[in-house]
């Protein structure tokens, strides 16, 4: 039987593929910039095992960001610390408080405990904390006042806009390396400079912008940085 289609068709079906390929990701991609899921992620503060208070640990009590999530300059991942390191402290501390059940219970298993997770990248996409906290990075510009936090909750929108608005100006947002975990910190803690022989208080954006060139920060903005 004869051909009913000229042989150019054979591709016809390939192209229509390719091209219904290029519009569902655009679509998406304008999806993911622009419909991501703020209103809805903002916010969300899930119910936990145990009543841990980070306002009590970290603001009254004084405690650094690093003795508990002891990974998070080191490795891409910040850890959370295991019913163990509670219990150097809570073995004499509060050791019989119903709100320590499940710490307790852990303890005596070796089952670790719970906890729902606030925060979860997707997939498809890269983070490390080191990168970021050894870039003078503050848990703050991602977090917000975890200090002050009696429960955490997700304070900022971790949308593709978003990380991608501080990796085009993170003048905005860098500290010196040992404020990091210092969340309270403001520009106006910084010590004045000499600028002309003259003793200077720097805006955010000056002290950003001279510690951007001394590091050569240059936070990637191509796709592949973040989708590897
Ligand atoms: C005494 C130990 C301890 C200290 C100190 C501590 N944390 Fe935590 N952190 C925890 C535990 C336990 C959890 C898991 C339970 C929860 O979400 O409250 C947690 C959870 C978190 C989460 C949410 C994790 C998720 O599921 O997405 C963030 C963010 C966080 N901590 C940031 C900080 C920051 C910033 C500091 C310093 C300002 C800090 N933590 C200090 C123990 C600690
Ligand atoms: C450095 C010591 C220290 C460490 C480590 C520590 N805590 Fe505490 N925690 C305290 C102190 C001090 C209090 C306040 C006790 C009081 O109110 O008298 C407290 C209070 C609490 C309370 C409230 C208890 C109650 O009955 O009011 C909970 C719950 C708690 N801690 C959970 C945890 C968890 C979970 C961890 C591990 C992730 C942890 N703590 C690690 C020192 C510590
Ligand atoms: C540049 C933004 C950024 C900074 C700075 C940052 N984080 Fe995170 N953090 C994230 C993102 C994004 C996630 C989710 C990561 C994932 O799912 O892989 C996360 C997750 C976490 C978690 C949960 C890990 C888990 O597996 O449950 C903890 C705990 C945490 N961060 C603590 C900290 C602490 C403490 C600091 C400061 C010393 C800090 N973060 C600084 C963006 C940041
Ligand atoms: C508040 C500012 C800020 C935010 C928000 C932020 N970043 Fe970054 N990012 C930086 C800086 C600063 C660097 C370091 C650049 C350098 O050292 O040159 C960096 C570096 C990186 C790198 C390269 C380092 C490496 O490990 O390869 C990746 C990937 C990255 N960021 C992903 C993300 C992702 C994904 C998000 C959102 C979930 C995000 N960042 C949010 C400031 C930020
Ligand atoms: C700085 C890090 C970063 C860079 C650079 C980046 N992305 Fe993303 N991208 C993300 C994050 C984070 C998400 C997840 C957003 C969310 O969960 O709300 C995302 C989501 C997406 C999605 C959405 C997938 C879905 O299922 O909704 C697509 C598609 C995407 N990115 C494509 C791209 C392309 C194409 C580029 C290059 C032009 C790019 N990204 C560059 C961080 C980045």
New binding site residues.
């Given amino acids: 039987m004869a051909n009913l289609f000229p042989r150019w068709t054979n591709i016809l079906p390939l192209k229509l593929a390719l091209f219904a390929g290029f519009v569902a990701t655009t679509v998406v991609m304008g999806f993911a910039y622009y419909g991501t899921p703020k209103a809805t992620r903002v916010g969300y503060m899930p119910d936990q095992p145990?009543?841990?208070?980070h306002a009590?640990?970290v603001g009254q009590?004084g405690?650094d960001c690093r003795?508990?999530h002891t990974n998070v300059e080191r490795s891409g991942h910040s850890n959370i610390?295991s019913?163990e390191?509670?219990w150097?402290?809570?073995g004499h501390?509060?050791s019989d408080?119903?709100?320590?059940a499940s710490?307790r219970e852990a303890v005596e298993t070796g089952e670790p405990?719970q906890w729902v997770k606030v925060h979860e990248a997707p997939d498809y996409v890269y983070f490390n904390h080191a990168a970021h906290v050894n870039s003078g990075i503050s848990c703050v510009a991602c977090h917000g006042r975890v200090d002050e936090m009696e429960v955490v909750y997700h304070a900022e929108p971790h949308s593709m806009a978003w990380c991608l608005e501080c990796h085009r100006s993170p003048e905005d947002h860098l500290r010196p390396i040992e404020e990091v975990t210092n969340l309270g910190w403001t520009v106006a803690d910084h010590p004045e400079v000499i600028v002309d022989g003259v003793p200077q208080r720097l805006t955010q954006r000056e002290l950003g912008e001279m510690l951007r060139s001394q590091w050569r920060v240059q936070p990637p903005e191509s796709c592949g940085a973040c989708h590897r």
Avoid at 50 to 53: A, K, L
Wanted: proline share 12%; charged share 10%.
């Fill in positions: 145990v009543p841990f208070s009590l640990h009590l405690m003795y508990c610390p019913a390191s509670c150097t402290c809570h501390i509060k408080s119903p709100k320590l710490v405990i």
